[in-house]
């Protein structure tokens, strides 16, 4: 891979395309519906995941981190009233490159700043690459009959986090750029 690949920028999915999220999950190997769903979740699941979601959009929101065009994971956020519920899933071959790290950070940053009060997440016991994710934001899991919960009060927003955001949205701007003008460089001098 190439440096420009390696630049995984991120972006929240717009509601008109939020049934490409069913169709990502639908392509995704066993094991990693198995660490989404806690089952291996089948085509029906999905299925009647996404007729949840698109029934009611506005408690929704899915913040995709891409590499170029691909889609590489996706944090799904459900919201009720004050409070977040985060879910993470991230491709096979881009695990353990910090992706599931980026689209954490990110997520919390976007929750602060729109005001939510309270994370939620469900980690399954045998997941630990989760739980290792939840301790480095410091999310700190219970144990729940094998699996674990995460129940966090979020502090409100702050210069902190309000510059963060605008700095996240300036990068992934610039890293597209480049990775089109690279991808044209390419194209015109091999």
Sequence with gaps: MDVISNMITTEFLPI???????DWLRIQDEETRQL????????????????RIVGNPEDHYFLIARDREQWVGTIHIAVSGRVV???IIVDREYRGQGVANQLMDEA???ARNRGYTE????CLGWNK???HL??????????MYGDSEVEMKLPPANWVTIN??????????YHRFLQNNWALYQEMYG
């Design 164 to 173: 963060k955001e605008f700095c996240i949205k300036n990068r992934n701007i």
């Design 36 to 51: 989404y769903f806690g089952v291996a979740g089948s085509n029906n699941v999905i299925n009647a995941l996404m007729d």
């Design 129 to 131: 690459p989760i739980k």
């Design 119 to 122: 994370l939620f997440m469900h």
């Design 108 to 110: 919390l940053t976007w």
């Design 16 to 22: 008109r395309d939020y049934r490409q999220f069913g």
């Design 134 to 143: 939840c301790h480095k934001h410091g999310l700190e899991p219970k144990n």
């Design 85 to 87: 519920e985060f879910g």
